[in-house]
Nanobody, 120 residues
Framework: QVQLVESGGGLVQAGGSLRLSCAGS????????VGWFRQAPGQDREFVGS???????NYEGSVKGRFAISEDNANNTVYLQMNSLQPEDTAVYYCAAGMGGTVPTRYDYWGQGTQVTVSS
């Protein structure tokens, strides 16, 4: 059973950066697709980006060029580097592992989420 723990969220001013971590245990993340999703109050959980095969990535349009996902196989951890953050990026961010894609139901394992708040 894969377990995921996110960390690195917090409060940042617009234009700032944060790096989120997703640490895996109970299984190797390298054999799965790891996705990042976010959910703002009153909104559906939305796809942010994903990584598979160690380096292949896919991003949602509004974060392309600002966010980057990377994988550290030695530490079984996936990172979400977020730059040029804007208030609309404010949400709870979740990492998930599974078959991949942009739909939450294709992911079997989820972390508890970490809050990211961007002030204007």
């Amino acid at each position: 059973q894969v377990q995921l723990v996110e960390s690195g969220g917090g409060l940042v001013q617009a234009g700032g950066s944060l790096r989120l971590s997703c640490a895996g245990s109970g299984g190797t993340l390298g054999g799965l697709t790891v996705g990042w999703f976010r959910q703002a109050p009153g909104q559906d959980r939305e796809f942010v980006g994903s990584i598979w095969s160690g380096w292949r990535t896919n991003y949602e349009g509004s974060v392309k060029g600002r966010f980057a996902i990377s994988e550290d196989n030695a530490n079984n951890t996936v990172y979400l580097q977020m730059n040029s953050l804007q208030p609309e990026d404010t949400a709870v961010y979740y990492c998930a592992a599974g078959m991949g894609g942009t739909v939450p139901t294709r992911y079997d394992y989820w972390g508890q989420g970490t809050q990211v708040t961007v002030s204007s």
